[in-house]
């Protein structure tokens, strides 16, 4: 619940809003007003009018009212753009004022933006882990030439990367069940830290990730569309 105080603070951004809410709807009118005129105009009209703008039209009084039909929508579709930019203007400046407002006061917005927040982190988690993956296939490849020492290096990099995967793993894991996400977490139970499959299980692993990365980035918008709808419900409020 808003505080008077609150509410006194808002009053004017929210005056600025509401005119701009009117000027779109009218816009928005004015332009489907203009659509039907153009759709109707074209009943009167033949491929050529359609393809040439009434250039090559046999009929001039039919071609004329087409060009003016059509100018009328695009101005009109103009007109309804630079509303819809305004209006988003003091929409969003009222966004900034109010948020912090509902941050402290509500508690179903407070849940909101957790949601957007959690899955923010679950999917910085998942690029993380496939960005260790990257910078580990980034490194030279083993080749037959090289000395017991450095073999032995590489294979103990290898496990240690694993285990790094295998940790990051239940990171995304325990991110993704608190987001409330109902996408798999990546599985890891086909690593291998040695032998021709150690390189193919990490690439299998990317795959996942790069799946996952696509599943979380939509939940997350979700929960940021959630989180906006929220926002300007309660300009209604206002």
């Known amino acids: 619940m808003l505080s008077d105080r609150d509410r006194t603070l808002l009053a004017p951004h929210v005056a600025l809003l509401r005119r701009a809410r009117r000027d779109l709807a009218a816009a928005e009118a004015e332009l489907a007003e203009a659509e039907r005129d153009q759709a109707e105009s074209t009943t009167h009209t033949d491929w050529r009018d359609r ?3 009434g250039v090559l039209s046999v009929d001039e009084g039919r071609a004329q009212q087409y060009r003016r039909s059509r100018k009328t929508r695009n101005v009109a579709a103009k007109a309804r753009d630079e ?8 929409a969003e400046r009222v966004d900034s004022l109010l948020e912090p407002m509902l941050l402290e006061d509500d508690a179903g917005y407070r849940a909101r933006v957790d949601a957007v927040r959690a899955c923010d982190k679950a999917l910085k988690a998942c690029e993380d882990m496939r960005f260790r993956i990257v910078s580990t296939q980034a490194e030279p490849a083993q080749t037959p030439k090289q000395d017991w020492h450095e073999a032995e290096f590489g294979r103990q990099r290898l496990a240690e990367v694993v285990a790094a995967l295998r940790e990051d793993a239940q990171r995304v894991r325990r991110l993704i069940e608190r987001a ?15 032998g021709p499959l150690a390189e193919q299980s990490i690439r299998g692993l990317q795959r996942q990730l790069d799946v996952l990365i696509k599943e979380v980035t939509e939940w997350r918008a979700a929960a940021h569309r959630n989180r906006i709808t929220a926002l300007r419900a309660a300009h209604e409020s206002l």
């Open 180 to 194: 409330g996400m109902d996408v798999p977490a990546p599985d890891t139970t086909g690593l291998r830290t040695a």
């Open 51 to 53: 393809l040439f703008g």
């Open 83 to 90: 509303a819809r930019a305004q209006y988003e203007k003091y």
